[in-house]
């Protein structure tokens, strides 16, 4: 990325995160939450005017049965599905609208509310180092979260070649409500191996360290995925497993892209 290039790019980025920021000051009418997304970010953005949704569909065949702090549903049998809008603003910049749907283990809907997100990825050759930054900021129920308003920044860099992508998301996650604001640590990464000219075979993992001021393997939990195509419709499918305490021990989750 030519350096002459960067002071413009990021003053925009600023302008828009503003605008971000405002909008999801506006209230929000419904129960409002963030469900789970299972996914890393990579060198995937929107062209400019592109508007498309994924579809996220996430179910815990078999997790924790308990909940962590009062008001929460329990992970066990949960199934989540989550319509997020993405718009390309410029070459660089997308953002997207996330409007989460939870089914508990009980078999009870709730609609959950709306999360907001704007992503940045710098100017890259279709091969080689790449480097993005994405911001969340949503207002959502205790069903989900402790706080009610929560940010998430996630750095994205990933190095890719003609036949291997390796993404890694450095997570930082805050709580804007709420009394305590340390920041929490939750880092993702994802490889990818291509097999054929639409698929790619990976192995992803998710962690939480909790708070950056008394981190320890909290959550650790690997998935085998798929990035294919059907019907000209990109296709994220995957099984995960949990490998600590306090990570669910089974999970599907399917990622489905629809152009608008």
């Known amino acids: 990325m030519n350096a002459k290039n960067i002071t413009p790019c990021l003053s925009r980025l600023s302008l828009h995160l503003a605008l971000v920021l405002y909008a999801i000051s506006l209230p929000i009418n419904a129960n409002a939450a963030s469900a789970d997304e299972i996914q890393v970010y990579d060198d995937a953005i929107n062209a400019p005017g592109e508007l498309n949704v994924d579809v996220h569909m996430n179910y815990v065949v078999s997790g924790i049965k308990d909940s962590t702090y ?55 050759e279709k091969t080689g180092l790449y480097l993005g930054m994405n911001f969340e900021l949503g207002k959502v129920s205790h069903r989900t979260a402790e706080q009610n308003w929560n940010l998430e920044a996630r ?41 054929t000219d639409k698929t790619w075979i990976s192995l992803e993992n998710y962690s939480d360290f909790g708070p950056v001021d008394q981190m320890r393997s909290h959550v650790q939990e690997t998935y085998l995925t798929a990035d294919t195509e059907v019907f000209g419709h990109e296709l994220n499918v995957g099984v ?3 490998w600590t305490q306090e990570a669910n021990d089974w999970t599907l989750k399917a990622i489905f892209n629809i152009p608008l």
């Not at 008001?71 to 953002?95: C, M, Q, S, V, W």
Request: glycine residues 12%; proline residues 8%; aromatic residues 12%.
């Open 70 to 124: 009062p008001k929460e549903i329990p992970a066990h049998h949960d199934f989540r599905i989550t319509p997020e809008f993405g718009y390309g603003l410029t070459k660089n910049l997308e953002a997207g609208l996330y409007l989460p749907v939870i089914r508990s283990g009980n078999g009870d809907w709730y609609l959950e509310g709306a999360k907001l997100r704007l992503k940045y990825l710098a100017d890259h």
């Open 155 to 195: 750095p994205i860099v990933g190095y890719k070649t003609e036949a291997w992508n390796l993404t890694v998301n450095p997570i930082l996650g805050f709580a804007v409500s709420g009394n305590d604001h340390t920041p929490t640590f939750e880092p993702a990464f994802k490889i990818s191996h291509k097999l």
């Open 240 to 242: 995960g497993h949990g």
